[in-house]
């Protein structure tokens, strides 16, 4: 994920240039959309059909690089009661419902049917600012 939305591009310019403080977050959440959001947010989340966002968890960044990948695995979104469709993007966000988007990336298309599940094992998410 390297898409950082227009929110956590002001706060972090703010942050690191003094002219505001950056406020930690944890937990972040990994949320999973049918249709793509941009930096401004939008796009299609996924609901219904036992749909949450899971709160996740990342090692610190390496150096030189600034990679951070995901820890605490796996993630498992299973639709239960009907399907989701076609999941094309993942997002991370400020807060299980509502919340900020703080970034996004696109990710290999899958179709979620009843019953069918999706996982994000270790490291399976990137995180880079480029």
């Given at each position: 994920m390297s898409d950082l939305s227009d929110y956590t591009e002001t706060n972090l310019l703010d942050h690191?240039?003094?002219?505001?403080?950056?406020?930690?977050?944890?937990?972040?959440?990994?949320?999973?959309?049918?249709?793509?959001?941009?930096?401004a947010g939008g796009g299609t989340e996924v609901t219904g059909f036992g749909y949450a966002r899971q709160a996740i968890t990342f090692a610190s960044a390496t150096s030189p690089g600034g990679v951070a990948l995901n820890t605490a695995g796996p993630?498992?979104?299973?639709?239960?009661?009907?399907g989701w469709g076609n999941i094309t993007h993942a997002g991370i966000f400020t807060l299980s419902t509502v919340g900020e988007l703080l970034m996004w990336t696109a990710v290999t298309n899958v179709t979620?049917?009843?019953?069918?599940?999706?996982?994000?094992?270790?490291?399976?998410?990137?995180?880079?600012l480029a």
């Open positions: 690191l240039l003094g002219t505001a403080q950056y406020t930690y977050i944890t937990p972040v959440y990994l949320g999973l959309f049918t249709a793509a959001p941009s930096d993630y498992v979104f299973t639709a239960t009661g009907g979620i049917n009843e019953n069918d599940s999706i996982q994000y094992d270790d490291g399976d998410i990137t995180v880079t």
